[in-house]
């Protein structure tokens, strides 16, 4: 499941005035036109190479690459998402389109989250600023708050839907949690409350056991109550198959 982690990128400024005008230009900015002035920068010299690869531009060739590349024209949801979460305090980081390429995973359909019987579907994002430290699940319906995590190593796949335990019309969800370290990693099942993701319910994953499946290993019990099996070796010798629990949580 996880992979190695990421190295930072690159380009950092803490310069409160210049990210405040970065970002209002980025969202003045349709990715089209971007497109249009990056193929005429490209004809340039030295010095509009220069310019091209100035926060604000690099910023912005991030929103068109990642929207138009790899998602497909979704450069509004990422700009609603840089609106909602891109601090003017924390810095600004930026990253080559190759590095976005080869750390993009895809897109995961998640079925209808939020009861508008409308398929939801989930992607993993870096973090642009230095207060993010670590990756972020993104939906496509931007009134489903980001999932942030303090993890390099997250994946669509890890992300799964777990139904709505509190029948409250919403489902909850749950990700296999990934330190990019260690043989152990976690579940971790959220709710959506006051319009963020809170934690309900964490287990121990041990690697060495990878079966059942990660969404086998929660199940509802009743309305708001739900149990999660964690799952540890502590001696493989004497129990191969580890000890298993079902831990039950209730919100």
Known sequence: ???PGRKLPYNVTNHKLITLILLTTLFIFSCKQHDADKKEILKGNSANETKRDSLLQTLNDNVCFISNSLLTDK???LKKYLRKYQTDTCGIIVYKDSTL???????KNLGDINGNKISDSVFVLPPFNYCDDGDSYVFFDTTLPRLYTDSYCCHPDNLFSIGDIDEDGIDEICIFYSSCASRFKSLIAYSLKSGQWKQIGRCTFDINIMKPDKEQRVRKISKGKFEMLEIVINDFGKNPSGDREWKQFTF
């Open 75 to 77: 450069d509004l949801v």
């Open 1 to 3: 499941m996880p992979s």
């Open 101 to 107: 390429k080869s750390d993009f995973e895809g897109v």
